[in-house]
């Protein structure tokens, strides 16, 4: 089975400065990982994913996640944020050769003020 | 591409009586659905797999005979909230994985948010 630790509940930030998401799981075989956003009473949408090969993804609207094995994580960064930015943000982990079922995080509400 | 929708977004129902919610996937195939739950700032359950043509697959601790799901076609998945309580308000959201691509995309539909009074 898998996991996914979002620690981070609330991330409030200043228009235009960097933010980072941290992101860990755990599992005891391959797996891929995605980050998803979340618009209030909206579905989900995917940012980026790690599948194989670069561990340095870069996804939609100018965020990347780098995937580190040893440490286990998979942390979502974004060198300027804008206010459009403000959104809840999942980590979610599958096997990659399961049934494609995904754990989700816990999410992290990233807030952008002026 | 890769559309998925749900209907109704939002729905009010009184305690005892059923709802459905429909999934689905504008255009593309998908032969394989999933049904999640999501409380008020929290994240995503999976309830149950929706498997075409078969019965669906549901994750520990969920009642069959209370969310009952049909995948009857290729492009439409059905969530059935029986006899709704008002412990069953949410908000469901399904996804939908793409027959013709690779297992691990699964596109997500809008959200149906139900609320039982």
């Known amino acids: 089975a898998q996991s996914v630790t979002q620690l981070d509940s609330q991330v409030p930030v200043f228009e235009e400065a960097p933010v980072e998401l941290r992101c860990n799981y755990s599992?005891?075989?391959?797996?891929?990982l995605f980050w998803y956003v979340q618009y209030p009473n909206q579905g989900l949408q995917l940012l980026l994913k790690y599948l194989s090969g670069s561990t340095l993804v870069k996804g939609i609207n100018g965020f990347e996640a780098e995937f580190n094995k040893s440490q286990t994580s998979f942390h979502l960064r974004k060198p300027s944020v804008h206010i459009s930015d403000t959104a809840e943000y999942f980590c979610a982990v599958s096997e990659t050769g399961g049934g494609n079922k995904l754990t989700f995080g816990t999410g992290t509400q990233l807030k952008v003020e002026l | 591409g890769a559309v998925v929708s749900q209907h109704p977004s939002r729905v009010i129902c009184k305690s005892g009586t059923s709802v459905k919610i429909e999934c689905r996937s504008l255009d593309f195939q998908a032969t394989t659905m999933f049904w999640y739950r999501q409380f008020p700032k929290q994240s995503l359950m999976l309830m149950a797999t929706?498997?075409?043509?078969?019965?669906?697959?549901?994750e520990q601790g969920v009642e069959k005979d209370k969310f009952l799901i049909n995948h009857a076609s290729l492009t439409l998945s059905t969530l059935t909230v029986t006899s709704a309580h008002p412990e069953d308000s949410s908000f469901y959201i399904c996804?939908?994985?793409?027959?013709?691509?690779?297992?691990?995309?699964?596109?997500f539909g809008p959200g149906t948010r139900l609320t039982v009074t």
């Open positions: 599992s005891s075989v391959s797996v891929y």
């Open positions: 996804s939908a994985r793409d027959s013709a691509q690779a297992r691990y995309e699964q596109y």
């Open positions: 929706s498997n075409e043509g078969s019965k669906a697959t549901y």
